[in-house]
């Protein structure tokens, strides 16, 4: 990527359903920047969100990441090209553990056995990153408070290979607390380069 390229620019986007919920969306989003998309309910925030993870297709205006074209047809290949959401309704297995939950898909295993010792140390270091390390990677999420689960939703979908995160709401469910420690992460995340939504 050359110097001056944002790492996401969205022009003419919109999206029709049986009206148009979207009209003429555009915007650029440099690496390490933060942006807030404000508005009422029904706005199209979040259609806007999801049409950039692949969750939605565009019915019209066209997205660079990177200054390349980017389409994606699916939320597997956003996140493969390092766009991920975190979504308001929490997509964690309650009956798995923090570490299984962090690295769903990806569990490092041998033989078939998975790599436990591996997988918490793994785990540990994701969580530190956010600010979680008081957090026992053994711990099953459904023994963990809202806002925790929230704040571990996103150690999953911050991975050295992410370069723009979508935050949908991101403190509905926290406490004032929680939410000072989610701004903080923010901080540090803008620090890396990476751009969030």
């Known amino acids: 990527m050359s110097a001056g390229v944002p790492v996401l620019a969205m022009e003419g986007m919109g999206k029709d359903y049986a009206a148009p919920v979207l009209d003429g969306v ?13 508005g009422e309910n029904g706005a199209g925030k979040s259609t806007l969100s999801k049409i950039l993870c ?4 565009p019915s019209r205006g066209h997205m660079r ?7 994606p047809s699916s939320r597997r290949e956003a996140e493969q090209l390092g766009v991920r959401m975190v979504m308001q309704e929490l997509g964690l297995v309650s ?33 530190a990153r956010i600010g979680l390390q008081h ?27 992410t370069r723009v995160l979508v935050l949908d709401e991101p ?3 926290l406490t004032p607390r929680e939410t000072a420690q989610l701004f903080e992460q923010i901080d540090a995340m803008k620090a890396r380069g990476v751009a969030i939504i």
């Open 95 to 127: 009956t798995l553990t923090v570490a299984e939950n962090l690295l769903l898909g990806r569990l490092p295993h041998r033989a078939g056995w998975v790599r436990r010792g591996e997988m918490h140390a793994l785990a540990a270091r994701q969580l």
């Open 171 to 173: 403190t509905a469910m």
């Open 26 to 38: 555009s915007l650029t989003l440099a690496p390490g920047q933060v942006l807030a998309l404000t």
């Open 65 to 71: 990441l990177d200054g390349t074209s980017y389409a």
């Open 54 to 57: 692949g969750l939605t297709p």
């Open 135 to 161: 957090i026992d990677p053994a711990t099953p999420v459904a023994a963990l408070g809202i806002g925790q689960q929230q704040m571990v939703e996103i150690a999953r979908n911050l991975r050295d290979d």
